[in-house]
């Protein structure tokens, strides 16, 4: 570690790195059932950049709670968690909790200035708010998922597998797969093929417009500048 001093200059320690130092909550919160939430916490460190959290398996479990191993960014004393109700039940978690403690990642050098008011603030971890499920629906999932389970034991821990997982089952917003394959297709010296495109009503070209933008701002497709031009069909879903 190094530490700057605006009068006394630079200053060099190392670090235990076996060392750990207690994250705790902030305020009481209230999670609903199987609610995921990033949740503010206290540390017994003034500022850090990449410290490894490592959740308290024995007061999670005690609680019903779970949280997940990660890097975090300490700033005033402060950081942020991700903490998930394990119940089908209100689960209220009162201030000053320990979910766990941090570490200092091994090889890693931490640069602290003291003292000083132009101190940059450094970014706290946050979770895209966009990405939440839509829990009720994705409950029904997880729940029609674990109906034949007969053993009440093996239901719960199976639940509590696929709740850890419960982004997998959303469909609420569109994702997309990155994948190494080029989907091109080789036409040679072929000439694209000229044919006059179906006549349309005005509600129909509406309707095409609508789609093909919503596929575009889901970057499911991309605008072409290609002859081969992709067909589009509009076909009227069954009853």
């Excluded at 201030?95 to 603030?121: A, P, R, V």
């Excluded at 029609?144 to 696929?162: A, C, S, V």
């Excluded at 997309?176 to 000439?191: G, K, M, N, V, W």
């Excluded at 596929?215 to 081969?228: A, C, M, Q, Y």
């Amino acid at each position: 570690m190094v530490v700057w001093h605006h009068r006394l200059g630079k200053t060099t320690a190392h670090f235990n790195e076996q060392a750990s130092v207690d994250v705790e909550l902030t305020d009481k919160i209230c999670l609903q059932p199987y609610e995921e939430k990033v949740v503010r916490v206290n540390v017994a460190l003034s500022s850090a950049q990449l410290v490894c959290f490592e959740p308290d398996i024995a007061e999670c479990a005690k609680r019903a709670i779970a949280s997940y191993k990660a890097i975090l960014t300490v700033n005033k004393c402060s950081s942020n968690v991700l903490l998930f109700n394990r119940t089908s039940l209100p689960n209220t978690i009162r201030k000053g909790t320990k979910l766990g403690s941090i570490y200092f990642m091994s090889d890693q050098t931490n640069t602290h200035c003291l003292l000083d008011n132009k101190t940059e603030q450094l970014g706290m971890t946050s979770t895209n708010s966009e990405l939440k499920p839509q829990a009720n629906e994705v409950n029904a999932v997880i729940d029609k998922l674990t109906e034949h389970i007969t053993n009440n034991q093996d239901r719960l821990d199976f639940l509590d597998i696929l709740h850890q997982f419960r982004h997998t089952f959303d469909t609420s917003t569109a994702t997309q797969a990155h994948i190494t394959i080029h989907h091109t297709i080789l036409t040679a010296d072929a000439r694209p093929t000229s044919v006059r495109p179906f006549y349309k009503t005005p509600q129909q070209r509406e309707v095409l417009h609508k789609e093909v933008e919503k596929l575009l701002h889901d970057n499911v497709i991309r605008g072409s500048t290609s002859p081969w031009a992709s067909p589009v069909i509009l076909k009227k879903k069954p009853d």
